[in-house]
Antibody, heavy 125, light 109 residues
Framework: QVQLVESGGGLVKPGGSLRLSCAAS????????MSWIRQAPGKGLEWVSY????????YYADSVKGRFTISRDNAKNSLYLQMNSLRAEDTAVYYC??????????????????WGQGTLVTVSS | EIVLTQSPGTLSLSPGERATLSCRAS???????LAWYQQKPGQAPRLLIY???SRATGIPDRFSGSGSGTDFTLTISRLEPEDFAVYYC??????????FGPGTKVDIK
């Protein structure tokens, strides 16, 4: 069965860095585009970034562009999110999700059919 | 960026009643690339509908989606106790990234 397990969350000071990981199993990871979505405490969902199956197509929300970097290692069935220059407003549960769709050379299009349980990132002094 | 607006913010209904949730986009959603998710407290979202009207694997047929362009609807024909949750719409057809609606909470009247 499809499983996505996030790790790497925790408490970090403003301006600090954190690297999230998502371990995938139960499907051919290299066949799917992947994404990170976050949810601030008591708030709605906010899409953060996606990456195509090959890693060649990447896109970020404006709110994280220039600070966050998404990557993947298909040999390790893993997705990553490097978060730098963290701010209080980055505090959220971060979910990784599998994309149900396709990617062009510039964009991906697809809903998210499987989600992990999330990892909490808290940015506070 | 395509902005999604969901209404109502909260829907108070009884089990067995019909629920109609609306999602309106600030501009046309290409190819009806619109999905609906259900989220219960402490859980990850679950995909219900994609492509505006296609049910995801394992989703009961009391859930249905419709609409195109800028106006989309999620209908739950007869509410079961496990359907009381928050529902989000999501557009994934923009070349400028994805967006989610703010959510509609369906609670027990």
């Amino acid at each position: 069965q499809v499983q996505l397990v996030e790790s790497g969350g925790g408490l970090v000071k403003p301006g600090g860095s954190l690297r999230l990981s998502c371990a995938a199993s139960g499907f051919t990871f290299s066949d799917y585009y992947m994404s990170w979505i976050r949810q601030a405490p008591g708030k709605g969902l906010e899409w953060v970034s996606y990456i195509s199956s090959s890693g060649r197509t990447i896109y970020y929300a404006d709110s994280v562009k220039g600070r966050f970097t998404i990557s993947r290692d298909n040999a390790k069935n893993s997705l990553y999110l490097q978060m730098n220059s963290l701010r209080a407003e980055d505090t959220a549960v971060y979910y990784c999700a599998r994309g149900l769709g396709y990617c062009s050379s510039t964009n991906c299009y697809g809903s998210f059919d499987y989600w992990g349980q999330g990892t909490l990132v808290t940015v506070s002094s | 960026e395509i902005v999604l607006t969901q209404s109502p913010g909260t829907l108070s209904l009884s089990p067995g009643e019909r629920a109609t949730l609306s999602c309106r986009a600030s501009q046309s959603v290409s190819s009806s690339y619109l999905a609906w998710y259900q989220q219960k407290p402490g859980q990850a979202p679950r995909l219900l509908i994609y492509g505006a009207s296609s049910r995801a694997t394992g989703i009961p047929d009391r859930f249905s989606g419709s609409g195109s362009g800028t106006d989309f609807t999620l209908t739950i024909s007869r509410l079961e106790p496990e359907d009381f949750a928050v529902y989000y719409c999501h557009q994934y057809g923009s070349s400028r990234g994805f967006t989610f609606g703010p959510g509609t909470k369906v609670d027990i009247k």
